[in-house]
């Protein structure tokens, strides 16, 4: 039986770590907060520019410091004039272009030289800016989605089992967050399409392509690897605002973006791999019954791997090529041997080996 995920208590290391993180979110926040509204509204449109450039990978962004900047978030200092001649920043270009360079880490390098400045005004500047870009990842760029609880499969650490007591009573009346609206080519007007209530059980229905019982909800693979690939950019996006700003781990919305998304990535990923396993095993037995396997086998199992959130492929060779016929016993054989391999494979985490081992015994099964 699965277990409720239980965080255990943190040392005192991380417990001082974790209090410096939020000490420094909260200054930067405060500090963006003692900004003039008008100067507030500037910061935000120079960090939808920086946001937008390192989301879509490209190659050059430019932006402006503020003309003035309020350095002390109780408002007692006057503000400070920013250098007009240091205000305008331009990072990355033709060589960068074509060096293909990451204008990510570059922005993350540009900011902390300008943090560095001697010029108080141009170093806090540089801060909000980074903070801004950070808030505008998390809040801009990343939809809200729905209040849920996971729980962890039994042995494991993140939980990703939808609690099932959460789903609310079915109604006749379809609420906005259980329905895509979608604009009707002919009339303009807007059509409520519900979820289904197993995708309801997940941070972002849109994207849920299996229920609980691997059982696709969409009309083909297709455009279920297309959602799997929504939620890892979603993800992607919430890596690139810590690795802008590590602190922003302290806001809340990041921590229940990541929560709802992380549960639901890893779960799907894992019911597309299945699914995709009960596949491969038909059409085996499909080719096997047109005698079309006699001249060898070699198998590419799909898998998701919860440490890099990436679906891969675990090839291994059932039958050498060669005028060999067909056995059954020749599968149960191969997924035997290849359980026993990967169940000491160190490359793996606990929980990959586990789903891993998983579809090598559905495999085993299906042909003994």
């Not at 503000?79 to 240091?86: H, L, M, T, Y």
Request: proline share 5%; with cysteine.
């Amino acid at each position: 039986m699965a277990n409720n995920f239980v965080a255990t208590a943190p040392s005192q290391s991380i417990d001082s770590l974790t209090g410096y993180i939020r000490q420094e979110y909260e200054t930067q926040r405060m500090l963006f907060n003692a900004q003039p509204l008008l100067a507030q509204r500037f910061l935000e449109a120079q960090a939808r520019q920086i946001g937008a450039a390192i989301v879509q990978s490209s190659t050059q962004v430019q932006f402006t410091l503020l003309d003035r900047v309020v350095t002390d978030p109780s408002g007692a200092i006057r503000p400070k004039v920013v250098p007009a001649e240091r205000r305008e920043e331009l990072i990355g270009g033709l060589r960068d272009r074509l060096a293909r360079s990451d204008l990510g880490a570059a922005v993350r390098q540009r900011l902390t030289e300008l943090e560095s400045s001697p010029h108080r005004s141009i170093a806090i500047c540089a801060g909000l800016l980074r903070y801004a870009t950070a808030i505008y990842l998390v809040y801009g760029k990343l939809p809200a989605g729905r209040s849920v609880t996971y729980y962890a499969p039994e042995g494991e650490e993140i939980p990703t089992l939808p609690q099932m007591g959460e789903l609310e009573p079915a109604s006749a009346i379809t609420a906005s967050t259980d329905a895509i609206a979608e604009e009707e080519s002919h009339a303009g007007d807007e059509l409520l399409v519900p979820y289904v209530p197993a995708a309801r059980r997940f941070y972002l229905p849109q994207w849920v392509a299996f229920d609980d019982e691997d059982h696709l909800l969409v009309n083909s693979v297709s455009e279920a690897e297309a959602h799997l690939a929504s939620m890892q950019r979603f993800l992607e996006i919430l890596h690139a605002a810590v690795s802008l700003a590590p602190y922003i781990v302290a806001d809340e919305t990041y921590q229940q973006k990541r929560y709802g998304m992380l549960g639901q990535l890893i779960n799907q990923g894992r019911a597309l791999a299945r699914y995709e396993m009960r596949e491969i095993i038909t059409e085996i037995r499909r080719r096997a019954g047109a005698h079309d396997l006699n001249r060898g086998l070699s198998l590419s199992l799909p898998y998701l791997d919860d440490q890099t959130l990436k679906m891969e492929l675990h090839e291994f060779e059932i039958i050498p090529a060669g005028r060999i016929m067909f056995v059954p016993a020749f599968v149960v054989r191969a997924a035997r041997e290849r359980q026993a391999k990967v169940a000491q494979d160190t490359r793996f985490s606990h929980s990959t080996r586990k789903y891993l081992l998983a579809e090598l015994k559905m495999l085993e099964t299906a042909f003994e």
